[in-house]
């Protein structure tokens, strides 16, 4: 089982950047999908951008062109360098694992270990 950790949030100003990390213990990932997702009050957990063990990404529309995703292997870690953040994007950021995608690797059915969340806000 991998244990993942999320840290790198904060308040932030519309148009400023963060990056989120998130480290996994217990296990390594470095052959696993990653996956951000996330979560504002009132609404579905939603998919932000996905990694896979080869670097291939994708992206969700609302964020394609100003979140990246990354990985180190060495350091069991998967980032997501938010730039020009927006309102929208307030929400718990999570990152979830998986050694196969079970689906489209969209849903967070798709990943079975999550860790748990880091709050970004973004202020107008």
């Known amino acids: 089982q991998v244990q993942l950790v999320e840290s790198g949030g904060g308040l932030v100003q519309a148009g400023g950047s963060l990056r989120l990390s998130c480290a996994a213990s217990?296990?390594?990932?470095?052959?696993?999908?990653v996956a951000w997702f996330r979560q504002a009050p009132g609404k579905e957990r939603e998919f932000v951008a996905r990694?896979?063990?080869?670097?291939?990404?994708y992206y969700a529309e609302s964020v394609k062109g100003r979140f990246t995703i990354s990985r180190e292997n060495a350091k069991n870690t998967v980032y997501l360098q938010m730039n020009s953040l927006k309102s929208d994007d307030t929400a718990v950021y999570y990152c979830?694992?998986?050694?196969?995608?079970?689906?489209?690797?969209?849903?967070?059915?798709?990943?079975?270990?999550w860790g748990q969340g880091t709050q970004v806000t973004v202020s107008s």
């Open positions: 990694i896979s063990w080869t670097s291939i990404t």
């Open positions: 217990g296990r390594t990932f470095s052959r696993y999908f």
């Open positions: 979830a694992t998986a050694p196969v995608l079970r689906g489209l690797g969209v849903s967070p059915t798709d990943f079975g270990s």
